[in-house]
């Protein structure tokens, strides 16, 4: 739970200012299974 309060800062600035790399294939199925793990875990 305290973790979510650190990645939650982060995921909602990448959701919002991606990175200029979005092409990158890594990118939104990494943001992808962040999320799934954190509201699994909440």
Known sequence: MAAALYVL???ASAL???PPNVQDTGYWPTLT???LAMTSTA
């Open 9 to 11: 800062p982060g995921a």
């Open 33 to 35: 299974a962040l999320l």
């Open 16 to 18: 919002t200012n991606p």
